[in-house]
């Protein structure tokens, strides 16, 4: 089954060969990795990218890696998608910096958590933030996340220690 989900400015398919540029840059661009994580090395990328290629199903057990396109400009901004257990879906997103703050993220993340509801009945959402990551922490907050949790000294980045900031959604408490 071929995913495509559409929101009012983009459209959304799972990721495939063709978008590996998109893939690297995404992971090796200091402006978009600098607060996610430390740069990884190329054999880590690819088997990241790898991973993310399979067709997706909610048993699959791998990452839905969906890429973000502006319908008009028919662009490729980013990617997104979730993680799911069984129980909870751990969302992430990333964009390229000259996409950053014009509302991409938030309209991408909504448009996952309605598809994953409807069509997965998926009710339990998580996004994990790095401390000091405040526009990650602001798309969460826009798409109904509240701060959950927060763990010490949980990341490292560029041998700095950082707090995780763990964010949750869950849509079968909602009136």
């Known amino acids: 089954m071929s995913i495509s ?4 400015r983009l459209t959304m398919r799972q990721i495939s060969e063709s978008d590996w540029p998109l893939f690297l840059r995404l992971h090796t661009e200091a402006r978009v990795i600098d607060r996610c994580f430390d740069q990884p090395s190329i054999d880590d990328i690819r088997a990241k990218f790898a991973s993310r290629l399979p067709p997706w199903s909610v048993t699959s057990g791998a ?4 890429v973000i396109i502006d319908s ?3 662009q490729a901004v980013g990617i997104t998608g979730f993680d799911y ?3 909870s879906a751990e969302v992430g997103y ?3 910096p000259e996409y950053f703050s014009q509302g991409y993220a938030t309209e991408s993340l909504q448009g996952v958590i309605a ?3 409807r069509v997965h009945l ?3 959402f998580q996004g994990i933030v790095t401390e000091g990551n405040h526009n990650s922490e602001k798309v ?3 798409c109904g996340f509240k701060l959950h949790e927060v763990i010490a000294d949980a990341y490292c980045i560029g041998d700095v220690l950082y707090a995780d900031r763990i964010y949750k959604l869950n849509t079968s408490s909602l009136d």
């Not at 989900?5 to 009012?8: A, D, H, L, M, N």
């Not at 990452?63 to 969906?66: E, G, R, S, T």
């Open 5 to 8: 989900i559409t929101t009012p």
């Open 63 to 66: 990452w839905l890696c969906l």
């Open 72 to 74: 008009e400009a028919n």
């Open 85 to 87: 257990d069984g129980c």
């Open 94 to 96: 990333l964009l390229l």
């Open 115 to 117: 598809w994953a509801i």
């Open 122 to 124: 998926m009710s339990i």
């Open 140 to 142: 969460l907050k826009k």
